[in-house]
């Protein structure tokens, strides 16, 4: 319970909700039966770092092209600069997002949302939804959408896009991105202020309760360190340009080989772009890490964030290609 | 006659592009169903919409067009029959009007003898002509940013269409929008109603069933409900007031279907917290109204729009969410406010350097020194205010950039500046000066109170102008992204509304700039003194082509001769002044030389030169002393004298020296009575 000054009219809603609110993992459960149960396959985080569920190569590439494709996953997403060394109780170092696309969108995609978040126990006779214009956009990733933020009571809960553009390529068909900031509703069903006093998992026996913070909070702690104080600066510069080094010559050689009209089919599709995919992906986690590290200038900052640009579209475009021969 | 009614049903629409749309389909619908002789006079059109509808409802629309009788003519009567038998003309003319040869007359104009025919046209049912129209209406509108939904990219639209009505009274118009036939089925309110489909009987009862389905689709009924929802609430806190904010009663009538209103609160202690940052939060991050106590100050409370209508325990429910998501915000804000503290702006002057104000320019430091410098400038030819505390104001205004609290809530720019000046101690003068600098926001703004802050503002916003104009950033056509109308707007707001001995000259001399800026305040001035000030063009032509370096005079000006422009009097000067340049143009043209207008010898010539000579040194006087109501006044007895003259003289004489003389004295006549406006320019009914 949160402290609330005696003085204060502040009040909580008169009876707690009949059973126990979902914790952590049942969150995630429930997430995922909901969606596999209407026709989404359920993914596993994809396993190099990212900022966003969106750049994981089950979003930003298969997105791309014509083919349909409904996909869910849990990914954890880092966000160096967002650490608070596990003392602010409402930022994280690396949050969950619930990641889900739906390609193309079905026509009820918004009533599937909203009984997605029935599912989750979240009564809405009971609660003020609002879906507010937020567009979204990702410069580096060439990618950019319309939508909404989805407003539970006055709390983001969702970010909601359709997606237009992705590797500066028009999609067609267009898919609807579901984001669900996992961390921010398990705060809310459970009723709790810090995000580290949210309920992970409850042991079934006991009934006794792993916090987030038991689970995380050392992990938040020690990459804030290293993120803000001790990450060696030229050796992160190092590992950004060897990265990017590669990436550029497996995308020139990527390039040519799908350019090339007597390459055979095979050839053109055993070409390794999805590991180039994750080259690119390791760039853009180091430049946040150096970022963080404050080792960015402002005048530098375009051409690096223009340099991932090169290597996240130059892939997509590539990808693209490589689908159709 | 019948009612007609159009749903278009989306996918939530951004609350800031509604309104207008809801007007442009009201407009589309109107022209379409005149230009198709549906309706007439008497049609009376209502429009609607929510966030997830656009609707107009036409009543008296004809079921069907009017026939139309139509004369056709062909070719000249001689070339169609030969010695009375038709030829191929004739044949091809009845062919192409659709009638039998036999009903081919002979038409005689003017010209000649031709072939014609007289056709019937059969009006073309409503349901039919709107199944083809109405589609490009809807899909033509415009949208700030819109989206394809659909595979195969067919339309662009601002979001998905979901459902759309179209009925003559209770029959559907077989219509398809964007892939979706109209049907006579609406959708209510998402949660309130869920996903059973209303059902609209006929058209005028369109409004009606929404609201049976938990829908208010009435904007202006649903702004009402808010408002009266606002003070009801309001007063179960006894001597409070909500705090008007008609932009955010626009956005949340835009957000919600059916909206009600509930109060919140939060602890006291956030009180500690400027006003401005409490209700920036409250008002910009959550849509809240922020809430005066009876002293008129800001009280402990919040007012938040809801969509929906819930039991009591859903209130409370909601109420706790709210005021928990305020209160991790407030705590943010506080701890930002806390960390900043520690770092007094005069420490932050050299970070500056990392932020860019502009790629090619350089960073908001360099904006720094450059602000300084047009300052200096100003405070020479500008004197009064206190220039330490202009200075000191100058060197800071820019630091609170590097603030984590301007970093989360970046419209308090120059507001926070001006706080921590103060709550550090750099003295009220300088403070306000900072916390004003960005003032008028808009046009509709006011300027800053202060001497200091308007110089600062001034030296700013003509050093940006100055020095984007001098990387090629001038704004051309629609495009200015550096907002430098809006920049130069504000300059001349602020000479206009200050007391500043400024004019535009003396700024453009201490911004360091050239013609090409010059001529872009003039234009400015212009747009404010017709747009702001509502000053018609021409009396705005009249007073600027007498200069408008004074921008204060140049108003005046304006005023006085807006107050005569309707005078018989005036008129009949205006008319004249407007003759003498005419008449001296073709003297130019013609090469007639000009002379002394003392050797004007006929009667009405000496009268009105007598006449001008008496008046011409009175006006001057009372010109220079700015009372130029009574110098127009003084001007218009001219009429006589002048109506005269030109009644009587012929001024173009063939005789070169009294025509010389006429043209001295008219000339004198134009410059001796010009200083006020160019009476030409006035447009005379």
């Given at each position: 319970m949160p402290s609330v000054s005696s003085s204060s009219v502040v009040s909580r809603p008169a009876a707690p909700p009949a059973s126990s609110p979902l914790t952590f993992q049942e969150l995630l459960f429930r997430l995922q039966s909901f969606w596999a149960e209407r026709g989404c396959i359920l993914q596993q985080p994809y396993d190099v770092e990212v900022g966003a569920g969106t750049m994981a190569p089950e979003t930003f590439l298969r997105v791309l092209g014509p083919r349909p494709y409904r996909v869910g996953y849990a990914q954890p997403s880092r966000r160096p600069a967002d650490g608070r060394y596990g003392e602010n109780p409402n930022r994280l170092f690396k949050h969950t997002q619930f990641q889900l696309i739906l390609k193309p969108p079905p026509v009820n995609v918004q009533e599937l949302y909203l009984q997605s978040l029935e599912a989750i126990g979240i009564d809405l006779r009971k609660h003020d939804l609002k879906f507010e214009e937020d567009n979204w956009e990702w410069p580096a990733g060439g990618a950019w959408g319309v939508g909404w933020q989805v407003m539970l009571d006055g709390l983001e809960i969702t970010q909601f896009t359709y997606f237009q553009q992705c590797g500066g390529l028009d999609l067609d068909p267009i898919c609807a991105e579901l984001t669900y900031g996992l961390e921010r509703i398990a705060a809310f069903i459970q009723d709790v202020d810090s995000l580290y006093d949210v309920v992970w998992a409850r042991d079934p026996e006991t009934g006794a309760a792993v916090k987030y913070g038991d689970v995380r909070f050392e992990e938040e702690l020690q990459f804030s360190v290293y993120n803000f104080e001790t990450a060696d600066v030229p050796r992160l510069w190092e590992h950004f340009n060897s990265y990017e080094a590669e990436a550029k010559s497996l995308l020139e050689k990527a390039n040519a080989v799908l350019a090339d009209e007597k390459a055979a089919a095979a050839e053109k599709k055993r070409f390794p772009l999805l590991p180039t995919y994750e080259l690119a992906l390791k760039c853009s986690n180091l430049f946040n890490l150096l970022d963080a590290r404050g080792a960015i200038s402002v005048t530098e900052r375009v051409g690096v964030i223009a340099r991932i640009r090169n290597l996240a579209v130059g892939v997509a475009k590539a990808y693209a290609l490589q689908q159709v021969s | 006659m019948a009612d007609f009614i159009l749903e278009i049903g989306l996918e939530e629409i951004p609350a800031r592009m509604i309104a207008g749309a809801e007007a442009e389909l009201g407009e589309r619908v109107t022209k379409l169903l005149a230009r198709e002789r549906l309706t007439g006079d008497d049609a009376a059109v209502t429009t609607y919409s929510t966030p997830r509808r656009l609707a107009v409802l036409v009543r008296g629309v004809q079921a069907t067009q009017a026939d139309l009788e139509e004369q056709l003519t062909g070719p000249s009567w001689n070339v169609a029959f030969k010695d009375g038998a038709p030829t191929k003309a004739a044949e091809a003319f009845a062919k192409k009007a659709g009638v039998?040869?036999?009903a081919v007359q002979k038409i005689t104009t003017a010209k000649g003898e031709y072939v014609g025919a007289t056709v019937r046209r059969p009006g073309k049912t409503a349901a039919e002509l709107l199944s083809v129209e109405l589609p490009k209406e809807v899909l033509g509108l415009y949208w700030a940013k819109n989206m394809y939904w659909r595979a195969g990219k067919p339309e662009r639209f601002v979001r998905p269409v979901r459902w759309v009505v179209a009925m003559l009274d209770s029959t559907v118009v077989p219509v398809e929008i964007a892939g979706i036939a109209a049907g006579n089925t609406s959708r209510g309110h998402r949660v309130l109603h869920g996903e059973a489909p209303v059902v609209i009987a006929s058209a005028d009862q369109y409004a009606e069933a929404l609201r049976g389905a938990k829908v208010v689709v009435e904007v202006a009924e649903r702004r009402h409900l808010i408002r009266k929802a606002l003070d009801k609430e309001t007063r179960t806190v006894a001597g409070a007031r909500w705090r008007e904010d008609e932009p955010l009663v626009e956005t949340v009538v835009h957000l919600t279907e059916w909206p009600t209103v509930l109060l919140g609160t939060f602890e006291q202690e956030y009180l500690s917290l400027p006003d401005e940052v409490l209700v920036t939060v409250m008002r910009d991050h959550q849509k809240f109204f922020a809430v005066n106590g009876p002293d008129g100050k800001l009280a402990p409370h919040f007012l938040t729009v809801l969509n929906t209508e819930v039991d009591e325990e859903g209130r409370q429910i909601i109420r706790y969410g709210n005021e928990k998501v305020l209160r991790s915000r407030f705590k943010d804000a506080r701890f930002f406010w806390d960390v900043d503290q520690k770092t007094p702006l005069a420490e932050r002057v050299e970070s500056l350097k990392a932020v860019t104000f502009q790629k090619e320019l350089g960073s908001y430091h360099w904006k720094t020194e450059q602000n300084l410098r047009v300052v200096e400038a100003l405070s020479a030819v500008c004197p009064g205010g206190d220039p330490a505390a202009l200075r000191k104001a100058t060197e800071l205004a820019k630091t609170d950039l590097t603030t984590e609290l301007v970093k989360e809530f970046t419209e308090l720019q120059g507001i926070i500046g001006g706080l921590y000046a103060r709550a550090q101690g750099l003295g009220e003068t300088a403070a306000r000066a900072i916390y004003d600098q960005y003032t008028p926001a808009s046009i509709e703004d006011v300027i800053p109170q202060t001497i200091e802050g308007q110089l600062l503002g001034i030296a700013d916003r003509i050093q940006t102008i100055t020095a984007m104009f001098g990387i090629g950033m001038a704004p051309t056509g629609s495009k200015d992204p550096f907002a430098l109308r809006r920049a130069a707007n504000a300059v001349v707001k602020i000479l206009a509304e200050s007391e500043l001995p400024l004019t535009l000259s003396e700024v453009v001399r201490a911004g360091g700039s050239g013609e090409d800026v010059a001529a872009f305040l003039r234009e400015r001035l212009a747009f404010y003194l017709k747009d702001v000030r509502g000053f018609a063009y021409d009396v705005v032509n009249a007073v600027l082509a007498a200069g408008g370096d004074d921008v204060r005079d140049a108003i005046a000006r304006a005023e006085a001769l807006t107050a005569v422009r309707g005078s018989e009097d005036f008129a009949a000067i205006s008319i004249a002044f407007k003759r003498i340049k005419n008449i001296l143009r073709q003297a130019e043209e013609k090469g007639f030389a000009v002379g002394s207008a003392e050797g004007v010898t006929a009667a009405e010539a000496r009268q009105l030169a007598d006449a001008s000579a008496f008046l011409a040194p009175k006006v001057d006087v009372l010109r220079k002393q700015r009372a130029y109501g009574p110098a127009l006044a003084e001007i218009a007895t001219l009429r006589p004298v002048v109506d005269g003259f030109f009644d009587k003289v012929m001024v173009l004489d063939p005789d070169a020296v009294v025509r010389g003389a006429h043209l001295g004295l008219i000339e004198g006549v134009l410059k001796g009575f010009s200083?006020?406006?160019?009476?030409?320019e006035i447009v005379t009914g």
């Open positions: - | 039998e040869l036999s200083g006020i406006a160019d009476f030409s």
